[in-house]
């Protein structure tokens, strides 16, 4: 029986879900195993519905000590209830990861947000030391795995910016420039706001500009501006980018194809390559030295006597 059209559009791989839900693959094909996340098989493979999987976002990350009702929806609550004015640093000073959570969490403890800093601190660095939260590109999603509500008073994300940038072990092996610092309080939050953030920077022209910006209420402005792309679906696609190949004008063009054509005769031809033929040259007289003739003695004349 064949499949109904447009049924395959709804439908996610393996690789697409652990992008849509910004983990690792592993991860996610050990939460399918386990039955954790909804999931059918189509020809032996994986596949997964997108509405089943917001629906799992929604409701499946809800803790038992949570009241629902008063947890606000991670898919629509709108990023600048989590990123005030104060939130947005341009110019870290840090130097090192570990100054870079320092210096995050310090913005978030003087702004009240953030009840137990070192609590706070220790809880992202022992998440750091399982993977880098680093993505290629120059962005960092810095979080930790345990939600404690009590010791954050309210969910927050601050952004921060190097502008020489720092070693933060990327995929890539290149500087992370953007570092994205989420206390967001409750499980409910977690995934939902970590997804978007990762999808609104997925284009590197966005990533460009932040990067770029010198005011603080620019780069608020454009992190909102993509991030209600992301929840009303109308993000643009992201094409691949094309390496870029230089053009050689006429001649050059003419002189590459001549020097290859002259390459592929010299490698097919078995037969060495003829001497040109000349005038001999003459070759250089042996220098013998002349015969020295010997000088005779003339004999010694005696005196007559007297």
Known sequence: MGKKPGTDAQLLTMHE????????EATVAKLVTAGKIPALQLDRQWRFKRAAIDEWIEQQLVGDDENFADVPDGMKL????????????????????????????????????????PWFVGAVVERESLSSTAMEGGVAFLHTRAKDKGKINRPFVIVGRSWEGIAFNAPDGNPTYLFFLL???????????????????????????LRSLSSPDQLRAL????DAAVR??????????VSFVPK?????????????QAQKDVAND?????????????????????????????????????
């Open 248 to 260: 050689l004008d006429r001649q050059l063009r003419l002189r590459a194809i001549r020097r290859l």
């Open 232 to 241: 009303l679906g109308t993000a643009p696609e992201i094409t691949p980018q």
């Open 78 to 117: 709108p990023l600048e209830d989590l990123l005030p004015d104060q939130a947005i640093m341009t110019n870290l000073r840090a130097k090192t990861p570990m100054g870079v959570i320092e210096e995050l969490a310090a913005r978030a403890y003087t702004n009240g947000w953030l009840v137990d800093k």
């Open 183 to 209: 206390g967001l309080k409750y499980d409910r939050l977690h995934l939902p706001i970590l997804g978007r953030l990762a999808r609104a920077l997925r284009n590197p022209t966005t990533i460009a500009k």
């Open 270 to 306: 078995p037969t060495p390559p003829k001497k040109k033929k000349g005038k001999p040259k003459p070759k250089p007289k042996p220098n013998i030295a002349a015969p020295v003739t010997p000088i005779k003695k003339r004999p010694a004349i005696k005196p007559e006597p007297a």
């Open 223 to 226: 992190l909102l501006k993509e």
């Open 17 to 24: 879900l652990a992008s849509y839900l910004h983990l690792d």
